[in-house]
């Protein structure tokens, strides 16, 4: 059993990566090519990644009623289903409007993935092990976007658009084998499946309140990551580097935040108990310090250093997310707890707009100094909220 559960682990890391990752990774190589096959604006094209956003958003809360219903295996199923028609339909599309449909449905399974993959994680992991647990599933998506990315990059440059989607709809068809080889067999800490009227339990979650905290902290915490991922590159250029350069630096954050999520998971259980409040706390405080310094810095070495710091800072958030969660309610009612939080998560990249529009009005150290607000406010939000707790 021992065996089994990392097998179950490897398998949702290892098929996220190429169902649900591959979605984010190919969107950089993609829209410069759409932007010239189909006459885009840089706006429209940009519809690829808020289309894709906005079906996590719609499709989070019916997830995890799913959950609630079926099970987590059943449910992580479909999130590949879907995601595997959505890259079937844009590999076939007349046009870009096709493609936005196919991003929405793929948008949908990956929505589904994110919610589904922690509670069939929790079921086979105890408690003593899950936040190790979790910050192994961190790491799908930022392991996935640095070797998918560039991969991505060459399949198009050298085979098209149209066959690189065609093969990704191969491959991520191809994980449905692997993981009814992992699923079959039924998991130790089971969340049995209910037929009870949903809306009662959905009113009891909301009335958690070290739920709530832990989910609006999450928002704001999240907010970081997309605020990160998004506009980093782009503010290492304005101090005068190259984009390839600033590509180096963003890449640099990715990786001291995949070093980061195994090891929080690892002290979370080894030395805390299981307990994240305090290194989601230390993070969010850490990101946020850093963040002043990187908009402060002016070599590239200190940026290099400051964005590695980001990247272990906003670590342990990434895990908290999937982890913090369940651990703040009863285990049948996991399913629509991680459907409440993929909602505020997946909300949280209005952020994005937000830090964008403060940098184009005031620059960057307003917008780093919002950034570094936000962190704090969800270091504060979620001590407060959660103390009475062990969470």
């Known amino acids: 059993m021992g065996m089994l559960r990392w097998a179950v682990l490897i398998a949702c890391v290892a098929s996220f990566m190429v169902v649900g990752a591959s979605q984010l990774a190919c969107v950089s190589p993609s829209v410069p090519i759409f932007m010239d096959v189909f006459g885009l604006s840089a706006a429209v094209a940009g519809l690829m990644t808020s289309t894709w956003a906005l079906a996590r958003v719609v499709i989070s809360l019916p997830a995890g009623g799913i959950i609630y219903r ?24 007349p046009d870009y409007l096709i493609i936005l449909v196919g991003r929405f449905i793929a948008g949908l399974g990956a929505g589904i993935l994110s919610v589904a993959a922690p509670v069939v994680i929790s079921e086979w992991f105890p408690a003593k092990l899950l936040s190790t ?195 703040a309610v009863k285990p049948e009612m996991r399913g629509m707890a991680m459907g409440v939080t993929g909602v505020f998560m997946y909300s949280a990249y209005v952020m994005t707009s937000l830090i964008g529009g403060i940098y184009d009005v005031f620059g960057l150290m307003a917008a780093a100094s919002m950034i570094s607000f936000m962190g704090m406010l969800s270091a504060a939000v979620i001590h407060v909220g959660t103390r009475s707790y062990k969470v």
Not at 268 to 296: C, E, N, Q, W
Request: aromatic share 12%; charged share 10%.
């Open 133 to 327: 647990a979790m910050g192994v599933w961190a790491t799908a998506m930022p392991i996935g976007i640095i070797w998918e990315l560039p991969l991505i990059a060459w399949l198009i440059t050298n085979f098209g658009w149209r066959h690189t989607y065609l093969l990704f709809t191969i491959a991520s068809a191809s994980t449905l084998a692997f993981l009814a080889l992992v699923f079959r067999a039924p998991p130790p800490y089971l969340v049995k499946s209910n037929t009870t009227i949903l809306k009662p339990k959905v009113i009891e979650l909301l009335r958690n309140k070290a739920f709530i905290a832990s989910c609006t902290s999450i928002f704001l915490g999240m907010g970081l990551w997309s605020t990160y991922s998004t506009y980093i590159v782009k503010w290492c250029m304005v101090k005068g580097f190259d984009y390839m350069t600033s590509s180096l630096v963003g890449t640099i954050l990715n990786v001291g935040c995949i070093v980061s999520q195994v090891v929080t998971g690892y002290v979370s259980d080894k030395l805390l108990g299981g307990r994240l409040r305090p290194v989601f706390m230390s993070g969010a405080v850490l990101a946020s310090l850093t963040t002043i310094a990187y908009a402060l810095t002016t070599s590239l070495s200190e940026l290099m250093i400051t964005a590695a710091i980001i990247g272990v800072g906003i670590a342990p958030i990434t895990v908290s997310m999937f982890a913090i969660p369940l651990k």
């Open 70 to 93: 079926f099970g987590s295996r059943y449910a992580y199923v479909l999130g590949v289903v879907l995601s595997t028609v959505g890259w079937g339909i844009k590999s076939i599309a």
